[in-house]
């Protein structure tokens, strides 16, 4: 599991307006291989860690239908509030 603050960051997320929701799963292959890899290199070393995912970016939307998209000013915004938090931490 992520060790990150992952409510605090959901939380914070939201109350700045940016659509946010816990998942259970890292996603595909890669993502999963990525997390799992960074949480074996992290163990037992004191260094928080986890996987975030971000949503496509609008523009993307017609290449993959359904698929939740965001504008790209309010990932920004997200990943700047999810760094403001985890320094708060």
Do not use: W
């Not at 939201?14 to 290199?41: E, R, W």
């Not at 990932?75 to 985890?86: D, G, S």
């Amino acid at each position: 599991f992520s060790t990150l603050p992952v409510n605090d960051i959901i939380d914070r997320l939201k109350s700045d307006g940016i659509p946010a929701a816990l998942s259970m799963s890292a996603g595909t292959f890669v993502c999963n291989h990525i997390f799992y890899a960074m949480q074996h290199h992290c163990l037992g070393r004191g260094i928080q860690s986890g996987f975030i995912h971000v949503p496509l970016m609008e523009v993307q939307a017609s290449e993959f239908p359904g698929l939740p998209t965001m504008p790209l000013d309010q990932m920004i915004k997200a990943v700047r509030v999810l760094i403001t938090e985890l320094q708060q931490q």
